[in-house]
């Protein structure tokens, strides 16, 4: 469980787009091929290492912040995650826009780009 977490983390970080951008062909239609990219760069899980432990624990308190907010904003998040109300990027940019505000954001982040060793 810790190693999806920790995977979950990574992969949704900011950081990892700042590690992956310059790798990423650039079409008509944005940023291609980063489904291929991210592995590669996101070291393997090591659970002695208390930054990849880091990330799992931050992470974590990423999702108690985002569970809280859906309990009380229930409309909201229901309409963020349906298919047919907007584009998935649009979509994906609110919720990232939500979950920035949360005050365990800025630790998910430093913890990601610790992992990345981005400033």
């Keep these: 469980e810790e190693e999806a977490v920790y995977l979950t983390g990574l992969l949704n970080s900011t950081a990892i787009n700042q590690v992956i951008r310059e790798f990423q062909p650039v079409g008509q239609f944005g940023e291609r091929h980063i489904h291929k990219l991210p592995?590669?760069?996101?070291?393997?899980?090591d659970s002695t290492n208390p930054a990849h432990i880091d990330v799992v624990s931050t992470t974590r308190?990423?999702?108690?912040?985002?569970?809280?907010?859906?309990?009380?904003?229930?409309?909201?998040?229901?309409?963020?995650?349906?298919?047919?109300?907007?584009?998935?990027?649009?979509?994906?940019?609110?919720?990232?826009?939500?979950?920035?505000?949360?005050?365990?954001?800025?630790?998910?982040?430093?913890?990601?780009?610790?992992?990345?060793?981005?400033?």
């Design 39 to 45: 592995l590669g760069v996101t070291p393997p899980f």
């Design 61 to 119: 308190q990423l999702v108690t912040d985002w569970e809280a907010y859906k309990a009380t904003n229930a409309e909201t998040v229901t309409a963020l995650l349906n298919p047919n109300a907007s584009k998935l990027h649009i979509r994906r940019g609110k919720i990232k826009a939500i979950l920035a505000s949360f005050p365990s954001w800025n630790s998910y982040e430093d913890a990601c780009k610790a992992i990345y060793c981005v400033p």
